[in-house]
């Protein structure tokens, strides 16, 4: 399949009062078109920055990324601009990513207004009103504001106004970590209806490993900015190599309290920092199985088998 996103040596740095914060560091990634990319890992681990920056929102401090074979333009240039219609993204929290002021039906008309699919604004209301629809809110809240939604009619708002372009990827961060479980569920099953029916591409960033077991065909997994294994979510999920990865599977919640498990146990320790990550492995000190090279040097990615790669010193070279 073809890759329809990529990411080249991505990195990221912020100067931060106490020094460099380094974000995301040398992240290679293709997401196929079509395909379904989870990206997961602990809070502070780099993936929204790398979500951000894959969506064409944050310049790469280094490294490139690609949209359809073409490097992403500068954010808030004329061919950004232009390029927004076809790759879009969903934040975390709606609330601060919808104008507080405008009703819905106008925010999620104002995309095909402004990228000329509409003469007016007005042209574009009732399309706006039908995408509305199609993710399940009713008409009779096309006039309200953002603060007179739930958090979860909110979401569903800001996934119609990403949708009304018919863009050809979306980049998801954390669309469900706010919201119960229940109605999590339901942007859940929402999302998988419109992935089909639109044949969307989709990058979907979570730190729950079983939020991702519904929505990805692939997953990758991020400590320190990095990704240290990638792999189909099946094989991810069945067999998982890097002890990171393992240890995060081994804290998922057993259905079956007679289940063994043969995985590490919950991980221990706090996740490194991105002011001050330690050498070698940015793993090791928290790694069960840590050898002395982990200390000295950081892995490259090594392939474990098709379409699985894993950056790991227990991975035969």
Known sequence: MTALLEARGLARDFRVAAGTLRAVRGVDLAVARGESL???????????????????????????????????????????????????????????????????????????AAHGRARRLRDAIPAALAMLARVGLDAGLAARVPHQLSGGQRQRVAIARALALRPEAVVLDEPVSALDVSVGAGIIRLLAELRGEFGLTTV?????????????????????????????????????????????????????????????PALEGEPASPLAPPPGCAFHPRCPLALPDCAREAPAPRQVAPGHRAACHLVPA
């Open 204 to 264: 979907f960033i979570s730190h729950d490993l079983r939020v991702v077991r519904h929505v990805a065909d692939r997953v990758a997994v991020m400590y320190a900015g990095r990704v240290v294994e990638e792999a189909p979510a099946a094989r991810l999920y069945a067999a998982p190599v890097h002890p990171y990865a393992r240890a995060l599977l081994a804290a998922l919640p057993s259905l079956d309290p007679g289940a063994s498990r043969a995985a590490p």
């Open 38 to 112: 989870g990206l997961v890992g602990e809070s502070g681990c780099g993936k929204s920055t790398l979500g951000r920056m894959l969506a064409g929102l944050l310049p790469p401090t280094a490294g490139l990324a690609r949209f359809a074979g073409a490097p992403l333009p500068p954010p808030g240039s004329p061919a950004w601009r232009a390029q927004r219609a076809q790759l879009q993204f969903v934040a975390q929290d709606p609330l601060g990513s919808l104008n507080p002021r405008l009703p819905i039906c106008l925010q999620v008309a104002e995309g095909p």
